[in-house]
């Protein structure tokens, strides 16, 4: 349920709504929008009747959500614009995450950091905990990559994205990270989302492997659940019976993704499509669907990568598509 509040409501009163639904059991959580606060409220019905919360000062609108997903649902908010450092993602703005797989060495990711930046890509990636289908491939640089991140954020300006793959290292990640992302392969680990809902980073949420659009976004809500409110949402491609590509990319989930919810999605054309050539036009009909921005990965030289470098774009051909989605982009917008 949601009680919709005036945007000129006053503190007085939204406390006072707030504390009448904790006094039952409820949990709170506030969300404020452009046109109006919202407190989101998440407990036992039967108490509702003798709250009489529409007769409160302030109070516009009680509001029951019926899908299983309440605090991502679109009722609770118009959009999502969260900011993080120099770069805003969701609303009109066009995020591009690139960067490389695995971050291999400090040269091989302040080489990378400096080429996207150049091309105009507004956060950096690169893993350094690294989900592997097998335990005798590149495991990454742990810490150490994550040093090597905040080097290169530092020298470059742009925000960390990098992955962390379970509870216990989520307070060492988020010490160096500007973005937590939960990998697909996690996106049902529900402690590992409790927990990143306690820090006060953003987080992207990939898609699971054979993730509906109702697992995806309830996934999001165990992190917003807990009070993370800054959530990304990201296609990364599902598992089908085709194997001409490493996944397919499910572009038709992005509108109803963006009906749906109020959190910004983003698609990874590189993890979808397994093949470097299938990522640039994927990327460009991501944002011609209406996806608030991309994750690409990006290395100074595929050939030697460590970790996806079939699918990884040279600096050169990363230069030439950010040229391309810079025109779709402002083709919409
Ligand atoms: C990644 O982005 O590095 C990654 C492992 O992706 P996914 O979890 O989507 O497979
Ligand atoms: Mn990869």
């Known amino acids: 349920m949601i009680v919709v509040m005036g945007v ?7 406390e006072a709504v707030k504390n009448k639904l904790e006094n039952v059991g409820f949990k709170t959580h506030l969300i404020y929008g452009v046109e109006r606060i919202v ?26 959500i019926m899908n299983p997903y309440k605090l991502v649902s679109k009722e609770v908010k118009e959009e999502t614009i969260i900011k993080v450092g120099s770069a805003t993602i969701g ?19 302040m080489a990378a950091a400096r080429l996207v930046k150049a091309s105009g890509a507004t956060l950096l990636r690169g893993g350094a905990f690294k989900p592997r289908s097998s335990p005798y491939s590149f495991q ?20 960390i ?17 500007d ?16 927990e990143v809902g306690h820090i006060k980073k953003p987080v992207i949420i990939k898609r699971g492997l054979c993730a509906t659009l109702e ?22 491609g599902i598992r089908t019976f085709e194997t001409a590509t490493r996944n397919t990319l499910d572009l038709s989930i992005i509108p109803l993704i963006k009906e749906t919810s109020h959190l910004p999605v983003i ?24 996806a608030h921005g991309l994750m690409i990965e990006v290395h100074p030289n595929p050939n030697e990568a460590l970790c996806d470098g079939n699918q990884s774009l040279t600096p050169e051909n990363f230069h030439v598509l950010m040229g391309d989605l810079t025109k779709i982009h402002n083709l919409f917008h």
């Not at 609303?91 to 990711?109: W, Y």
């Not at 994550?146 to 470059?156: G, M, T």
């Open 8 to 14: 000129d409501s006053k503190n007085e009163e939204i």
């Open 39 to 64: 407190i989101g409220a998440v407990g036992d019905k039967r108490f509702l009747p003798s709250l009489s919360l529409e007769l409160m000062a302030g109070v516009k609108k009680i509001v029951h």
């Open 91 to 109: 609303g009109k703005n066009l995020t591009v995450i690139a960067g490389p797989c695995a971050v291999e060495s400090e040269d091989q990711l």
């Open 140 to 159: 990454g640089l742990q810490e150490e990559g994550l040093k090597i991140l905040k080097i290169a954020s530092h020298e470059y300006d742009l925000p």
């Open 161 to 177: 994205v990098t992955e962390v793959m379970n509870t216990k290292t989520v307070d060492l990640v988020a010490e160096y990270a």
């Open 179 to 194: 973005v937590l992302q939960i990998g697909a392969r996690n996106m049902q680990n529900f402690d590992l989302l409790k």
């Open 215 to 236: 697992e995806w976004l309830m996934a999001a809500e165990y992190v917003m659940s807990e009070g993370n409110y800054e959530v990304i949402l990201c296609e990364r």
């Open 267 to 290: 698609v990874d054309p590189s993890h979808a499509t397994g093949n470097w050539k299938l990522v640039a036009p994927m990327a460009k009909g991501s944002l011609a669907v209406g």
